[in-house]
Nanobody, 125 residues
């Protein structure tokens, strides 16, 4: 089992950057595929990015954030990051990190067993 705590959200202007962190507690962090999702008011939770388990894992991004966001992980710190650049008002949402035991690309939130509480990101125009 793993517990996840996100941090780093805030209120920024369009074009600014933020880095979200997700600290994991529990055993065997490196064995989990880690994903970021977001949910805007009135909308369903949507996939943002994923980094496959183990060091040097492959990364995948939603088309809406490709080229602007970057996911990374430091297994020795039990932490996954989401660097968000060139933020847009439509990026406004609560951002969640999640852990999956899958060893391949997964964008379906139902395939993630563990979730953090979320961190709010608000981008003003």
């Amino acid at each position: 089992q793993v517990q996840l705590v996100e941090s780093g959200g805030g209120l920024v202007q369009a074009g600014d950057s933020l880095r979200l962190s997700c600290a994991a507690s529990g055993r065997s962090f490196s064995t989990y595929t880690m994903g970021w999702f977001r949910q805007a008011p009135g909308k369903e939770r949507e996939f943002v990015s994923v980094i496959i388990r183990w060091n040097g894992g492959r990364t995948y991004y939603a088309d809406s954030v490709k080229g602007r966001f970057a996911i990374s992980r430091e297994n020795d710190k039990n932490t996954v990051y989401l660097q968000m650049n060139s933020l847009k008002p439509e990026d406004t949402a609560v951002y969640y990190c999640a852990a999956s035991t899958s060893s391949r690309f997964v964008s379906d939130p139902d395939l993630y067993a563990y979730w953090g509480q979320g961190t709010q990101v608000t981008v003003s125009s």
